[in-house]
């Protein structure tokens, strides 16, 4: 049959649809060329923010519609709804979606091609959710897809998962009820994953994790058959980087996200040994206020935050690091919120995500009254923007004059007679010539101009 996945949410949810998408193959489905024409839809969910929950569920409501009216005589479409909307509704997602085939949560993708087989037999209203320390099933899956490594149009990118779950219990958070306790992924079975994909032509992963830092930390990643670190690397995951640097052709190395507890001296070794590791981190915030920062419960102070940011520039002053701010959190003082903006301003963000808070069912803050009103959110938010926008155009015009190694992903989506590609610092750049330039190929660009968000430059 046809599949089609529509994903909603984090990097991780796309890396997951891509694996459902990878078992569904496996189990001899194909690839719908779009919605219109599968007959197997699939909606991977978010519940991080309100907002992104009823989207999801709203677009799988409009899949079952079609459903309802009957495209064809089988029944068709079969219409599943996965991810972290799932969890969190457990059986009421058949109140929402009463015609709704399966339903899955995150750790029992390996059961999708089942339950579509299942849905094809008439069975309906099936519901798939995990306990908290289930070991998840079909997450190394990747599609076979990918063409022969040399061939013009190597899909040179690849998630790959490494840390499930998360045990920071921030009290905003909805992410560990939904995606259950940490569990880290073998150390070995990761090296093979990424191995795997080297040899079909991936040259740069992004390794995933809600706090990657905390790989190995809650569960052994490394077992006592494997060798020690040949650097002597005792953290699970500057060793995990050591390994993957080791891997012949694999030319880039990103993570994220990271818990600034984690920007240990051992992570600031591994980036300077290991020149695939690319020096960003994305290192979310959330607040520049101390009361804030406790009530959140995110267990570091703003100066331990802005070290941690210090010790990276220290290192490389070029190194770019994004974060992650909500606006908004219960009792946000106007002093609050001037304290986040000038934490701002003192790490010197090259990009920054602002999330107006929005409270989520079951977590601690959501006792508290969301006093923070709508409009004053929006204020927020916007003046964040505003500082950033001015920031990130200083801090890029800073690299006007370098050259910058990029790896290049294809014509610029804004002007297709320009490519673009990523620095290490995950900085977008564009750049002319592109005569006979080819995806993932690596070259180095000379810049000339800078914008809030991109360089612009020539070949060099
Ligand atoms: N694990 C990541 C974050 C995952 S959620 C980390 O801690 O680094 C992505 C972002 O959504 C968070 O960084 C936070 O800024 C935002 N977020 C989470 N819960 C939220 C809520 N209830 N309201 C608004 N934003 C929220
Ligand atoms: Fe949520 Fe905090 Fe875990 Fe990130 S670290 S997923 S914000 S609980």
Same mark, same amino acid.
């Given at each position: 049959?046809?599949?089609?996945?529509?994903?909603?949410?984090?990097?991780?949810?796309?890396?997951?649809?891509?694996?459902?998408?990878?078992?569904?193959?496996?189990?001899?489905?194909?690839?719908?060329?779009?919605?219109?024409?599968?007959?197997?839809?699939?909606?991977?969910?978010?519940?991080?923010?309100?907002?992104?929950?009823?989207?999801?569920?709203?677009?799988?409501?409009?899949?079952?519609?079609?459903?309802?009216?009957?495209?064809? !005589?089988?029944?068709?479409?079969?219409?599943?709804?996965?991810?972290?909307?799932?969890?969190?509704?457990?059986?009421?997602?058949?109140?929402?979606?009463?015609?709704?085939?399966?339903?899955?949560?995150?750790?029992?993708?390996?059961?999708?091609?089942?339950?579509?087989?299942?849905?094809?037999?008439?069975?309906?209203?099936?519901?798939?959710?995990?306990?908290?320390?289930?070991?998840?099933?079909?997450?190394?899956?990747?599609?076979?897809?990918?063409?022969?490594?040399?061939?013009?149009?190597?899909?040179?990118?690849?998630?790959?998962?490494?840390?499930?779950?998360?045990?920071?219990?921030?009290?905003?958070?909805?992410?560990?009820?939904?995606?259950?306790?940490?569990?880290?992924?073998?150390?070995?079975?990761?090296?093979?994953?990424?191995?795997?994909?080297?040899?079909?032509?991936?040259?740069?992963?992004?390794?995933?994790?809600?706090?990657?830092?905390?790989?190995?930390?809650?569960?052994?990643? !490394?077992?006592?058959?494997?060798?020690?670190?040949?650097?002597?690397?005792?953290?699970?995951?500057?060793?995990?980087?050591?390994?993957?640097?080791?891997?012949?052709?694999?030319?880039?190395?990103?993570?994220?996200?990271?818990?600034?507890?984690?920007?240990?001296?051992?992570?600031?070794?591994?980036?300077?040994?290991?020149?695939?590791?690319?020096?960003?981190?994305?290192?979310?915030?959330?607040?520049?206020?101390?009361?804030?920062? +406790?009530?959140?419960?995110?267990?570091?102070?703003?100066?331990?935050?802005?070290?941690?940011?210090?010790?990276?520039? +220290?290192?490389?002053?070029?190194?770019?690091?994004?974060?992650?701010?909500?606006?908004?959190?219960?009792?946000?003082?106007?002093?609050?919120?001037? +304290?986040?903006?000038?934490?701002?301003?003192?790490?010197?963000?090259?990009?920054?995500?602002?999330?107006?808070?929005?409270?989520?069912?079951?977590?601690?803050?959501?006792?508290?009254?969301?006093?923070?009103?709508?409009?004053?959110?929006?204020?927020?938010?916007?003046?964040?923007? +505003?500082?950033?926008?001015?920031?990130?155009?200083?801090?890029?015009?800073?690299?006007?004059?370098?050259?910058?190694?990029?790896?290049?992903?294809?014509?610029?989506?804004?002007?297709?007679?320009? !490519?673009?590609?990523?620095?290490?610092?995950?900085?977008?750049?564009?750049?002319?010539?592109?005569?006979?330039?080819?995806?993932?190929?690596?070259?180095?660009?000379?810049?000339?101009?800078?914008?809030?968000?991109?360089?612009?430059?020539?070949?060099?």
């Amino acid at each position: 049959m046809k599949y089609h996945i529509h994903t909603y949410g984090c990097q991780m949810n796309v890396r997951e649809s891509e694996a459902v998408a990878a078992l569904l193959e496996a189990a001899g489905h194909v690839r719908a060329a779009g919605e219109a024409e599968a007959e197997i839809l699939i909606v991977n969910s978010c519940t991080v923010r309100d907002m992104a929950e009823r989207k999801a569920i709203g677009k799988c409501g409009n899949l079952c519609a079609l459903k309802r009216d009957g495209r064809n !005589w089988k029944g068709l479409p079969i219409v599943g709804l996965i991810g972290c909307a799932v969890t969190r509704l457990g059986e009421k997602v058949f109140d929402q979606l009463p015609h709704l085939d399966f339903a899955v949560g995150s750790r029992r993708y390996g059961l999708i091609p089942a339950l579509v087989n299942r849905a094809a037999m008439g069975e309906t209203r099936m519901l798939e959710i995990s306990g908290p320390d289930e070991i998840p099933t079909g997450l190394d899956a990747h599609p076979q897809g990918l063409p022969a490594e040399g061939a013009p149009d190597v899909n040179f990118q690849a998630f790959v998962t490494i840390l499930l779950g998360c045990d920071n219990r921030c009290s905003y958070c909805i992410v560990p009820d939904v995606r259950g306790h940490e569990y880290s992924r073998p150390a070995r079975e990761v090296v093979e994953e990424v191995r795997g994909l080297v040899g079909r032509g991936v040259k740069e992963v992004c390794l995933l994790g809600q706090s990657v830092l905390r790989y190995g930390l809650r569960n052994k990643a !490394w077992t006592a058959d494997d060798a020690p670190s040949p650097g002597g690397y005792t953290e699970a995951f500057p060793r995990l980087l050591e390994s993957l640097a080791a891997i012949p052709g694999l030319e880039r190395i990103r993570f994220t996200s990271a818990h600034p507890k984690g920007c240990t001296d051992e992570l600031v070794r591994a980036y300077r040994e290991f020149p695939q590791v690319c020096r960003h981190l994305h290192l979310p915030v959330q607040s520049g206020s101390d009361r804030v920062l +406790a009530e959140m419960g995110r267990h570091y102070t703003r100066a331990e935050y802005l070290a941690a940011v210090t010790k990276l520039r +220290a290192f490389d002053p070029e190194f770019a690091v994004t974060t992650d701010v909500i606006v908004g959190y219960p009792g946000e003082t106007t002093e609050d919120f001037e +304290a986040t903006r000038s934490l701002m301003d003192e790490a010197g963000f090259d990009n920054a995500f602002v999330f107006k808070y929005s409270p989520r069912p079951g977590t601690r803050s959501a006792a508290l009254p969301d006093d923070v009103s709508t409009a004053e959110k929006e204020r927020r938010d916007q003046v964040l923007l +505003a500082d950033q926008e001015v920031r990130g155009q200083a801090r890029n015009e800073k690299l006007v004059g370098t050259v910058r190694e990029v790896l290049v992903e294809g014509p610029s989506p804004r002007n297709p007679a320009r !490519w673009s590609g990523r620095d290490s610092g995950n900085r977008i750049v564009v750049f002319t010539p592109c005569e006979g330039i080819i995806k993932g190929q690596r070259v180095q660009v000379k810049i000339t101009s800078a914008r809030p968000q991109t360089l612009l430059g020539e070949l060099a």
